[in-house]
């Protein structure tokens, strides 16, 4: 089974600031990872996913997040917020190839403030 | 290209009522997955269909069902509602190769009990 711990429910930044949310995970198998962003009375955007290869990975609004399996991590930066980046951020996992068809396990979520 | 379009985004029903909430994928994408987001349990997986099987499921009471048609798009529908059942709902539509488990969300329909 797998599982994600979000550390800190919530996050706030001064704009210009480093941006960093923190996501824990557990899988018995190699697991992919995701970042998602939600706007007040919004679905979810995808920000970012990991499968394989460098572990390293980029994604849209300049957020970028490594994933390091010693540490079973996957966080999430921004070298620097704007006000547009507040929102309510989800890391998710998922077995890589396996049979969890559209079962994604989130975490409970971050809510990002950021203060002009 | 057009994102996953869900109907209604809000509605009130009352205890007991039953409700169907719609949702069209993504062009192409024939895997179809449905979530309850709430406050105090935040995002919950109730079912995914592909090909209009109902490939996985959460644990969710059986007042929660599913089906999905031969043009992908799927419903769901909750019957006896009970004040709990107050959530965003969402659907998010994936191509079928599950290499990568990517979901695209669509914008929710918020439901209200009273």
């Known amino acids: 089974a797998q599982s994600v711990t979000q550390l800190g429910s919530h996050v706030s930044v001064s704009e210009g600031a480093l941006v960093l949310l923190r996501c824990n995970y557990s899988?018995?198998?190699?697991?992919?990872l995701f970042w998602y962003v939600q706007y007040p009375n919004q679905g979810l955007q995808l920000l970012l996913k990991?499968?394989?290869?460098?572990?390293l990975v980029k994604g849209i609004n300049g957020f970028e997040a490594e994933f390091k399996k010693s540490e079973t991590s996957f966080h999430l930066t921004k070298p620097s917020a704007h006000m547009s980046d507040a929102a309510e951020y989800f890391c998710?996992?998922?077995?890589?190839?396996?049979?969890?068809?559209?079962?994604?396990?989130f975490g409970q979520g971050t809510i990002l403030t950021v203060h002009p | 290209k057009a994102g996953v379009t869900q109907t209604p985004r809000y509605l009130i029903k009352t205890r007991g009522q039953q409700v169907t909430l719609s949702c069209s994928p993504i062009?192409?994408?024939?895997?179809v997955s449905w979530y309850q987001q709430t406050p105090g349990q935040g995002l919950q997986f109730l079912f995914e269909?592909?090909?209009?099987?109902?490939?996985n499921k959460g644990n969710f009471p059986g007042r929660f069902s599913g089906r999905q048609f031969s043009n992908s798009r799927s419903e769901m529908n909750v019957s006896t509602l009970e004040l709990g059942d107050s959530a965003l709902y969402l659907c998010?539509?994936?191509?079928?190769?599950?290499?990568?488990?990517?979901?695209?969300f669509g914008e929710g329909s918020r439901l209200t009990v009273l």
């Open positions: 998010a539509s994936s191509l079928p190769d599950r290499s990568t488990g990517e979901l695209f």
């Open positions: 899988s018995s198998v190699p697991p992919y």
């Open positions: 990991y499968t394989t290869g460098a572990t």
């Open positions: 998710a996992v998922i077995r890589a190839g396996g049979t969890s068809y559209g079962k994604l396990t």
């Open positions: 062009s192409g994408h024939r895997s």
């Open positions: 269909y592909f090909s209009e099987t109902q490939r």
